[in-house]
């Protein structure tokens, strides 16, 4: 045997075809020790690599240490597709430079509570990077001029995350709705600065719309249903609304595609709009009226009659809704397995009973359940 094969047995072999190799691997015990065996192979796994992860973490150090390791790791692996910084919130602008030479092979970013990125940093990664897809910007301080770079450098992006960014307004979400005709999912909760009317012409596409905790305006409501595309809507615990109910415009033609709808502790939701979505949401699986105390009979009566699609209903701490209401959802949603229905007082033992003897198929939990829909996690992946 030749005592130089074991240092030579690789050399006739391309990259691509050691990438082959370890990407056939599986185990990632294995995985971690195709590196070992050669610098060589240590090269090709470090090209393998497309994600970078750092997570959350209770340790005010671990960050400090994040700061540290992130330019010597995106030199190592310059193959990333995806990359998420968590927590780093004194990250400046200058790291984004680095992330900025990964170039049209980064797919996803996420900046979860970088306090210290600006616009300017933004524009860097914008720019260098115009095919990403997945953007999130979890508690980042970016203003609209920030925005708008991200919104006319990547045109196909696709999922973007802007929950807790108070400095963005209707302005910005203009410009991304014009700019970015591919738009599937969005996160403006806590975004008080937000009415929704910049939604007005938004892509079709858009078919996730997280709004937790947001001020819409029955105006810019239905620029956001206009769209026509939408699947979820989360609307919960909306603020100052200043219409009169006015919920019933999701129901006017142009959601006839919603899967999803959370109308959590919107307390002023009446029957009217109970009965208008009821009927112009034929598609509606999944629906919350949790705290809705001004629901009534009608109402429930509409979605019992209406709802043939629905099969998870939540009605937590809703005062008005009784046994008149259960009998309506025990007679019709002929889908309906799974009802959430704590702290509902005006239930009697009796109705509840009855409910649970004529329909077997319904399981009622007594525990509150705060999401609706899918994972969002799943989106931003």
Known sequence: MDPNLGSTSDINLSNDCLLNIYEKIQGSRDRNSFGLTCRHW???QNL??????FHFSDNPKVYRLYASYLPRLLTRFPNLSSISVAGC??????????????GSKLRSLALYCCFGITDNG??????????LVSVTLYRCNITDPGLESLATSCHSLENLNLSYCTLITD?????????CNKLHAVMISYCRSITGTGFRGCSPTLSYLEA???????????????GGGLEYLNLSNLRYWNGVDGLGAIGDGFATSLRFLNLRMCRFVSDDSVVAIAKGCPLLEEWSLAVCHEVRTTGWAAIGSDCKSLKVLHVNRCRNFCDRGLQSLRDGCSQ???????????VSCLGFEIF???????????????????????LFA
């Open 212 to 226: 937790d905790s947001c001020v819409l305006s029955p105006e810019g409501l239905s620029g956001v249903v206009r």
């Open 356 to 378: 649970s003897m004529l329909r077997q198929d319904v399981e009622v939990r007594n525990d509150e359940r705060m999401s609706v829909g899918p994972c969002i996690d799943d």
């Open 336 to 346: 309906l397995r799974l009802l959430y229905m704590h702290g509902c007082r005006r």
């Open 48 to 53: 393998a690599v497309k994600s970078l992860i």
């Open 171 to 179: 302005h910005g979400i203009s410009i991304l709705s014009r700019e």
């Open 89 to 102: 919130t004194e990250l400046p602008d200058s790291e984004l430079i680095r992330i900025r030479d990964c």
């Open 122 to 131: 933004l524009s860097l990664v914008s720019a260098g990077c115009p095919n």
């Open 42 to 44: 240590l090269q090709v």
